[in-house]
């Protein structure tokens, strides 16, 4: 089995690596730190993140070239979860992590934390690892080695295959032997043995000397003596082929002389010459052992009562087993089947007692949740209905496809359904045809296409549901009706309601109150009424405004003073008639022609009634009278008077210049106007001067330059918003001018775009991981700021795939030490470290290389490199390259041996610098050596 796969550190492979990287070094694992959260690891951790304890009482063993064996224990009262490992090595350096995102194990107060793990290395020699003075107790156990083994199951030790599980007492005691395997057997009793039908069992020599042979058993018996043979009274012992030779030749020695000769033995067997045929004809009146036919009354002797065994059972003997083994108990019901074992026969007239615990099958009175199988939605037959069935055919809905221009016959599953939504486009009429059942069904015609859907039976004449409606059918059997039509003459009170038609549906659908008023206003009329003397009863669906009013009827006469037009007829009165009766032309030419004037008329401008009894002919003219204006549109001349009207007069009498002029003093303004910010018709009859002013509004700021005061509010915009919106105090704390807020974390935490602008400081003592919002959410040049008061190390990571660039590199995490800072800012797919004690690290001012030849750049311009050489012979020189070109020269340069075959040699070296990239190292010593070396330069 594979171990747990840990992740080596970069100081954790730095310290199994010898002076000089010349090789390797072996080290002591003496601490394991435990980590109570997830984490993910990183080569360049130094420490155990989410740290909460380091248990050094720890044992290990190497047990292959990549594996350790190490077993942790904690007894302390100390309660925490356990997510992740490290190992820690005696220089104090982390080797390598182990975490998983759920828990490996929980520890309580009360309980011992004892973990063994197999640890795993990829790219080390795990045996350079030791774990000190401690004794290892259990790595894997082998058959030379003692340590933890798992125990096999009963079903592993019965297979006896697995060479790797150890079986305890118990397992062992389950495994018993058959004919193909070794195992534990029981010991036959001496019973057992002589029965000899028990499989299962053992049987001892002893017991197996026990058993004795019988008619009807192999067995031991005992070998008869001669004496016993020759006796034949022995029934226990058997004759062996020998001893029943000898019998029989003594036998034939001591013959009777009647069967000495042919003849006295032909005589003793009657003299009969086919004494074959007799002997067989005789045995054939005999029944065979063998599934002998009885016929007649065959008699045999009556075994004893409750004999079991092979003897033949006489009528006697069954009725004496009958009468003694008949019940005499009543029979039970309880329920449960069983074979039973009672050696009682039942009687048979027994009766058992009504089952009280099942329900009888004519109407039966079920408690408690009855269930039964849910019939097929649709049936109708006396099969029981369960709720599920009720439900489906009370509420379920079936929604189905009828998509097409052929008509669709729905099946009694399908028509079960309270509910039936039709759905397609539908590209003819269609039907859709029901069983011919009594049912009730609501149907959502929820089809598209400009064509009919009918719900029929195959029979009937059916229901058109139209199309986007919900309608309530019934069926009868034999057709499909609207079950919504039946609801007549309903009398509703209080304040009925129903959904508003829009404006011009003309269907069955009800009219509310909202309907009515929205369809007057939508249907009142818009031009004026006609007068046109034709009655007709109208084709327009506007109706007449209460108020309207029909123009004057030009073609009909007034009543009062009529200006009849055409050729007006009427009976002509006598001449001379004078009475309100109409005068025709007929009677005003016979009464003109009585009553023409003879003289001319006058105009003299003295108005008199006349006395005169003749009329004036129609061709009769009076001078114009040159001393009147005319009526219509006189052409006044000289200065034309007329009464003055009183002041305020609003009629159609002419106004005078004293009347204007009265008017317009009167009604000038004679107040300032106002400037109150409310704005309004007035109501004054008042005249405002031409030349009026409105004050300045103080309590309104000018669009230019506005000066306000006390607390001007504005609403805030979005955050992130860019343009001319007026940014109120809260949307310029949001957008990072200053810290939008403070938030303290002391918990892994996941930041959101809430967080924009924030100082985010992170406290506590126990290590956690912040994680970083998507940089998606930030518009460019959002910013959040990290401060680290925590004594623990806190990560802070970034989000999905998100890159953190710092410098000329990108990293996916970083770590905030006590007193660390870091300021980022989202360019829209990522962020970029900008400031802070973490971003300087990577600054050129502080580039570095920690490694076997490595350097260290300080913000003074200095330079530290470091590095070794291999072997330099006595007296020899070594060209030294630097791993970075130092920016200007080399001012000092350090070297020291790494190593000394003899400790009372001497060692001596001497440089050279060659450039700002390299020196010469000489071997001033009578040794070879290799030396290690540190150059500052700037």
Known sequence: MAGTLINLTDAGRAALVGPGGTGTVSRDVVAVGIASAPFVHNNGLTALPNEVKRVATIAGENIAPDTIHVTIRDDSADQYVVYGLGLYLDNGVLLGTYCQATPIVEKSPVAIFLQAVDAQFKTIDAALLQFGDTTFTNPPATDTRQGVVELATNAETQTGTDAARAVTPAGLASRTATESRTGIAEIATQAETDAGTDDARIVTPKKLAARTASETRTGIAELATQAETDAGTDDARIITPKKLATRIAALVGNAPPTLDTLGELATAIGNDPDFVGTVSAALALKAPLASPAFSGSPTAPTAPAADSTTKLATTAFVQQEISGGLATAAPTMDGVAAVGTASKSAREDHRHPTDSTRAPLASPALTGTPTAPTAQTGASTTQLATTAFVQAAANGMLSKSVAGGASVTLTAAEAGYATLKLTGALTANIDVIVPATQSRWTIW??????????????????????????????????????????????????????????????????????????????????????????????????????????????????????????????????????????????????????????AAPLM?????????????????????????????????????????????????????????????????????????????????????????????????????SPALTGTPTSPTPAQFDNDTSVATTAFVKRQGVEFSDFTRISAATNLTAAHAGRLIVASGSTAFTITLPAASSFPAGSTLQFVSIATANVTVSRAGSDLIGVNNTSITSFGLGNGDSMTLVSDGVGWQAVAGTKQMAYAAAFGKSVASNGYQILPSGLVVQWGGTSAVPAGQNAAVFLPIVMPTAILQVVVSAQASANGTTPVAAGWQAVDASQFTLRNLSTLTFQFSWIAIGF
């Open 604 to 704: 003299d401008g003295s108005a008199a009634v006349g006395t005169s009894t003749r009329l004036a002919r129609e061709d009769h003219r009076h001078p114009t009278d040159t001393t009147r204006a005319p009526l219509a549109s006189p052409a006044l001349t000289g200065t034309p008077t007329a009464p003055t009207a009183a002041t305020g007069t609003n009629t159609t009498q002419l106004a005078t210049t004293a009347f204007v002029q009265q008017e317009i003093a009167a009604d000038l303004a004679t107040a300032a106007p106002l400037m109150d910010g409310s704005a309004a018709v007035g109501t004054s009859t008042r005249l405002a001067r031409e030349d009026h002013r409105h004050p300045t509004d103080t309590t309104r700021a000018p669009l230019a």
């Open 445 to 598: 015609n929820a089809t598209t296409g400009a064509y009919t859907l009918r719900v029929k039976t195959a029979a009937g004449s059916g229901v058109y549901v139209t199309q986007g409606t919900t309608w309530q059918l019934l069926c009868d059997g034999t057709n499909v009706v609207d079950a919504n039509s039946d609801f007549k003459d309903i009398p509703l009170t209080g304040v009925p309601t129903a959904p508003t038609a829009a404006t011009g549906t003309n269907t069955t659908q009800l009219a509310t109150t909202a309907f009515v008023q929205q369809e007057i206003a939508a249907d009142l009329a818009t031009a004026a009424p006609l007068m046109d003397g034709s009655a007709a009863a109208g084709t327009s669906s506007q109706l007449a405004r209460e108020d309207h009013r029909h123009p004057t009827d030009t073609t009909r006469a007034p009543l009062a003073s009529p200006a009849l037009t055409g050729t007006p007829t009427a009976p002509t009165a006598a001449t001379g008639t004078n009475t309100t009766q109409l005068a025709t032309t007929a009677f005003v030419q016979q009464e003109i022609a009585a009553d023409l004037a003879t």
